[in-house]
Nanobody, 117 residues
Framework: QVQLVESGGGLVQAGGSLRLSCVAS????????KGWYRQAPGKERELVAI???????TYAESVKGRFTLSRDNAKNAVELQMNNLKPEDTGVYYC???????????WGQGTQVTVSS
Protein backbone atom coordinates (compact mmCIF):
# COMPACT_ATOMS: atom_id res chain seq x y z
CA GLN A 1 0.00 0.00 0.00
CA VAL A 2 1.18 3.53 -0.80
CA GLN A 3 0.15 6.58 1.21
CA LEU A 4 0.18 9.98 -0.47
CA VAL A 5 0.69 13.04 1.72
CA GLU A 6 -0.27 16.38 0.24
CA SER A 7 0.60 19.89 1.33
CA GLY A 8 0.50 23.45 0.06
CA GLY A 9 -3.17 24.29 -0.32
CA GLY A 10 -4.67 27.47 1.06
CA LEU A 11 -6.44 30.74 0.37
CA VAL A 12 -5.06 33.14 -2.22
CA GLN A 13 -6.32 36.13 -4.15
CA ALA A 14 -6.91 35.94 -7.88
CA GLY A 15 -3.64 36.35 -9.73
CA GLY A 16 -1.67 34.77 -6.92
CA SER A 17 0.32 31.56 -6.77
CA LEU A 18 0.39 28.34 -4.78
CA ARG A 19 2.58 25.26 -4.91
CA LEU A 20 1.15 21.85 -4.08
CA SER A 21 3.38 18.99 -3.05
CA CYS A 22 2.66 15.27 -2.81
CA VAL A 23 5.05 12.72 -1.34
CA ALA A 24 4.50 8.98 -1.57
CA SER A 25 5.36 6.74 1.36
CA UNK A 26 7.43 4.51 -0.89
CA UNK A 27 8.52 4.19 -4.48
CA UNK A 28 5.97 2.89 -6.95
CA UNK A 29 6.55 0.68 -9.96
CA UNK A 30 9.15 2.08 -12.33
CA UNK A 31 6.41 2.69 -14.92
CA UNK A 32 3.84 4.99 -13.40
CA UNK A 33 1.62 8.02 -13.76
CA LYS A 34 1.56 10.84 -11.22
CA GLY A 35 -0.36 14.03 -11.04
CA TRP A 36 -3.28 16.01 -9.71
CA TYR A 37 -7.04 16.04 -10.04
CA ARG A 38 -9.46 18.55 -8.54
CA GLN A 39 -13.09 18.69 -7.54
CA ALA A 40 -15.10 21.87 -7.27
CA PRO A 41 -18.30 22.02 -5.19
CA GLY A 42 -21.14 20.34 -7.04
CA LYS A 43 -18.90 19.15 -9.85
CA GLU A 44 -17.19 15.91 -10.77
CA ARG A 45 -13.53 15.30 -10.15
CA GLU A 46 -11.45 16.39 -13.14
CA LEU A 47 -7.90 16.02 -14.33
CA VAL A 48 -5.58 18.98 -13.76
CA ALA A 49 -2.24 17.58 -14.86
CA ILE A 50 -0.52 14.21 -15.04
CA UNK A 51 2.92 13.05 -16.02
CA UNK A 52 4.21 9.63 -16.95
CA UNK A 53 7.49 8.04 -16.03
CA UNK A 54 8.26 8.20 -19.75
CA UNK A 55 8.20 11.98 -19.62
CA UNK A 56 4.83 12.83 -21.16
CA UNK A 57 2.85 15.53 -19.35
CA THR A 58 -0.78 16.36 -19.99
CA TYR A 59 -2.58 19.48 -18.76
CA ALA A 60 -6.23 20.41 -18.70
CA GLU A 61 -6.90 23.15 -21.26
CA SER A 62 -8.06 25.48 -18.51
CA VAL A 63 -4.66 25.44 -16.75
CA LYS A 64 -2.25 25.37 -19.69
CA GLY A 65 0.29 28.17 -19.45
CA ARG A 66 -0.48 28.77 -15.77
CA PHE A 67 0.27 25.47 -14.02
CA THR A 68 3.48 23.46 -14.14
CA LEU A 69 3.78 19.85 -13.03
CA SER A 70 7.09 18.39 -11.96
CA ARG A 71 8.26 15.15 -10.40
CA ASP A 72 11.21 14.20 -8.23
CA ASN A 73 11.70 10.46 -8.48
CA ALA A 74 14.41 10.43 -5.84
CA LYS A 75 11.92 11.83 -3.32
CA ASN A 76 8.87 9.94 -4.65
CA ALA A 77 7.29 13.37 -5.04
CA VAL A 78 5.20 15.29 -7.51
CA GLU A 79 4.57 19.03 -7.33
CA LEU A 80 2.16 21.42 -8.98
CA GLN A 81 3.14 25.06 -9.34
CA MET A 82 0.01 27.14 -9.87
CA ASN A 83 0.38 30.71 -11.10
CA ASN A 84 -2.13 33.37 -12.07
CA LEU A 85 -4.82 31.57 -10.11
CA LYS A 86 -8.45 32.25 -10.92
CA PRO A 87 -11.59 31.84 -8.79
CA GLU A 88 -12.62 28.93 -11.01
CA ASP A 89 -9.50 27.06 -9.84
CA THR A 90 -11.12 26.74 -6.42
CA GLY A 91 -11.63 23.17 -5.25
CA VAL A 92 -10.14 20.22 -3.46
CA TYR A 93 -6.98 19.04 -5.16
CA TYR A 94 -6.10 15.34 -5.02
CA CYS A 95 -2.75 13.78 -5.66
CA UNK A 96 -2.94 10.70 -7.88
CA UNK A 97 -0.53 7.87 -8.60
CA UNK A 98 -1.01 4.89 -10.85
CA UNK A 99 1.61 2.22 -10.32
CA UNK A 100 2.31 0.26 -13.47
CA UNK A 101 0.30 0.18 -16.69
CA UNK A 102 -3.06 -0.69 -15.13
CA UNK A 103 -2.67 0.18 -11.47
CA UNK A 104 -3.27 -0.01 -8.63
CA UNK A 105 -4.31 3.60 -8.27
CA UNK A 106 -3.67 5.65 -5.17
CA TRP A 107 -5.23 8.93 -4.04
CA GLY A 108 -4.24 11.53 -1.49
CA GLN A 109 -6.65 12.84 1.09
CA GLY A 110 -7.12 16.14 -0.75
CA THR A 111 -6.02 19.68 -0.06
CA GLN A 112 -8.27 22.72 -0.34
CA VAL A 113 -7.40 25.53 -2.72
CA THR A 114 -9.54 28.65 -2.53
CA VAL A 115 -9.05 31.59 -4.87
CA SER A 116 -10.89 34.77 -3.97
CA SER A 117 -11.87 37.36 -6.55
Amino acid sequence: QVQLVESGGGLVQAGGSLRLSCVASRATFSIDVKGWYRQAPGKERELVAITTSGGTTTYAESVKGRFTLSRDNAKNAVELQMNNLKPEDTGVYYCYVRSGFVGPDYWGQGTQVTVSS
